[in-house]
Nanobody, 116 residues
């Protein structure tokens, strides 16, 4: 099985920065897409950023220019650098990995809280 563990969440003031990291363990092979999603109270889970196995990156409009997604293939990790944070960025952030042949996996989530 595959397990994803997120770290780096916390409390920060508006305008500050946080860096999230997701580490995968287990049977890791044939990765298609790695990404970050978030879910705020009372809202649906939404895409934040994704990066494909070829390096193509996609960002949600609301975070473009402020967040940066990156990956380390050797360590099988995906990171999210978040700058210029806003209160509306407050959410539980989830790591996701999609495999070409064997499905989709989620982390347990890490809380990010941005105060005004």
């Amino acid at each position: 099985q595959v397990q994803l563990v997120e770290s780096g969440g916390g409390l920060v003031q508006a305008g500050g920065s946080l860096s999230l990291s997701c580490a995968a363990s287990g049977r890791i092979f044939s990765i298609n897409v790695m990404g970050w999603y978030r879910q705020a109270p009372g809202k649906q889970r939404e895409l934040v950023a994704t990066i494909t196995n070829t390096g193509h990156i996609n960002y949600a409009h609301s975070v473009k220019g402020r967040f940066t997604i990156s990956r380390d293939n050797a360590k099988t990790t995906v990171d999210l650098q978040m700058n210029s944070l806003k209160p509306e960025d407050t959410a539980v952030y989830y790591c996701n990995i999609d495999f070409i042949y064997s499905g989709n996996y989620w982390g347990q989530g890490t809380q990010v809280t941005v105060s005004s």
